[in-house]
C-alpha cells in the first residue's frame, strides 16, 4: 500500500472521526489519564481508552518512567519497554509537548514508509520490482496503529530491514534493526531468540563451535535487550519481561477456535464481518505463502513456520477484539516474504490485502 495512501487515512480520519485534532488519536481515557492533570488540549473520555495513551505519556519524556506522569497512569509498567516508539516522536517533537499528538503521527507514517522501503529491498533480493514491497505496510491491522498510536509499524520497519539484511548476508545490521524491533515491541524477542536456536542448530549440523560474525544477529539484540532490561531493573526497581506476555499464549488453536465462536455468534454485523473477512484474507495469504515456501531461503521459511506457530498458540485475547490481528502481524510480514521469493504471479494476494485494507480503511476513517 502506497506512502500516499498512508497518508491520505491519516488525514481523513483526523477530519472525519477526529474533529481535526490529533491528539483523539491518542485515545485516552478517564480510567488511567485524568481530566484535570493531562496536557492542555488532550481530550479524554470516559473509559479505559486504548494504549496509544502510553506512549503518549512516554512521548512527552521518555526519561520520566515512573508510574504516573503528566496525569496518566500506566496499567503496567511493562509499558516502558516499548520506549522505541514514543522516544522517535518525542526527538522528532524536540521535547515540545504541544507537537507530540503530530509527532506521534508523523513517527507512524514514516514508519510505513520505511517498511515499504525494506519490502523494496527485499523484493529486489527476491528478482521482483522494488514496488512490490508496498504489500508490507498494506497490512490492514496496521490502519489501527496509524489510528491509534501504537507501536506495530516501528517494530514492524525494523523488524522487516533486519530480514532484509539477513537475506543480504548483513549480520550486524540486521542484529542493530533487530534491537530496534524489540525496543519497539518487546514480543519481537521470540524471534531473535529463535533465531539464536536457528543459528545454533546450524552450527551443529555443520559441526562448527566458534563465535562467528553471523552471530551478531542475535546477539546484538539478545545484549541490547538484557542491558536495557538492567537499566529498568535499576530506574523502576522491576524487570518487566519477566512479566510481559504471560497472557498471550495458551493451548493450541483455542484462541483461534473462542475467536471463531465469538464472532460466529455476531454475525451479521459489521465487526463480525470485518473480523471473517480479514481473518479470510490472512489464510489466503498464508496459503499463498505455503504454495511458495520451497523456494524461499531457509531461515525466512523458519521465521514463517515460527510466525504461524505463535498464532496457533496465541491467547484469546489477542484473537479476540476488533483490532485488525495487529498483533498477528508477523504472519503477514513473513508470509509475503515467501510470497516474493516464490515464482508465481503476485497479483491474486495482493488484490486480497488491497481490499481488506481498504475496507477496513473505509470503517476506522469514522470510527473514532
Not at 121 to 130: K, M, T, V
Not at 232 to 255: D, E, M, Y
Request: net charge positive; charged share 15%.
Amino acid at each position: 500500500m502506497s506512502i500516499p495512501l498512508t497518508a491520505a487515512f491519516v488525514v481523513l480520519r483526523w477530519s472525519v472521526a477526529c474533529g481535526h485534532r490529533l491528539s483523539c488519536f491518542v485515545a485516552a481515557g478517564t480510567e488511567f489519564t485524568k481530566p484535570a492533570r493531562a496536557t492542555r488540549g488532550l481530550p479524554v473520555r470516559p473509559g479505559p481508552g486504548y494504549d496509544g495513551q502510553f506512549y503518549y505519556r512516554l512521548a512527552l519524556d521518555p526519561f520520566d518512567l515512573s508510574r504516573s506522569a503528566f496525569g496518566i497512569r500506566f496499567d503496567t509498567l511493562s509499558r516502558v519497554e516499548r520506549i522505541g516508539y514514543p522516544f522517535i516522536a518525542w526527538l522528532l517533537a524536540a521535547g515540545r509537548h504541544q507537537d507530540v499528538p503530530l509527532t506521534l503521527v508523523l513517527t507512524n507514517v514514516l514508519a510505513a514508509a520505511a517498511l515499504g522501503l525494506a519490502g523494496g529491498i527485499l523484493a529486489i533480493s527476491a528478482g521482483r520490482h522494488a514496488m512490490w514491497g508496498l504489500v508490507f505496510p498494506g497490512y490492514w491491522g496496521y490502519l489501527w496503529t496509524l489510528g491509534r498510536d501504537l507501536t506495530e509499524l516501528t517494530a514492524a520497519a525494523f523488524f522487516l530491514f533486519a530480514l532484509a539484511a539477513l537475506v543480504r548476508r548483513a549480520p550486524v545490521w540486521s542484529g542493530f534493526a533487530l534491537l530496534g524491533a524489540v525496543l519497539c515491541k518487546e514480543t519481537t524477542l521470540v524471534f531473535v531468540l529463535a533465531l539464536a536456536v536457528w543459528s545454533i542448530w546450524q552450527r551443529r549440523h555443520e559441526r562448527q563451535r566458534r563465535v562467528e560474525r553471523a552471530d551478531a544477529v542475535f546477539a546484538i539484540p539478545l545484549l541490547g535487550a538484557l542491558a536495557w532490561q538492567l537499566a529498568l531493573r535499576s530506574l523502576i526497581g522491576s524487570t518487566p519481561v519477566l512479566h510481559s506476555g504471560q497472557a498471550n499464549l495458551g493451548a493450541p488453536f483455542v484462541g483461534l477456535v473462542h475467536g471463531m465462536a465469538h464472532y460466529g455468534g455476531l454475525l451479521p454485523t459489521v465487526a463480525a464481518l470485518l473480523w471473517w473477512g480479514e481473518l479470510c484474507a490472512l489464510v489466503l495469504v498464508t496459503v499463498g505463502a505455503a504454495s511458495n515456501a520451497a523456494r524461499t531461503p531457509s531461515v525466512l521459511r523458519y521465521l514463517w513456520v515460527f510466525a504461524l506457530a505463535l498464532g496457533v498458540f496465541a491467547s484469546s485475547g489477542i484473537w479476540l477484539g476488533d483490532v485488525g490481528f495487529r498483533s498477528l502481524d508477523t504472519i503477514y510480514l513473513t508470509g509475503w516474504t515467501l510470497l516474493l521469493f516464490g515464482r508465481r504471479p503476485l497479483w491474486p494476494w495482493a488484490a486480497v490485502s488491497i481490499t481488506a485494507w481498504c475496507v477496513v480503511a473505509v470503517e476506522l476513517i469514522r470510527f473514532l
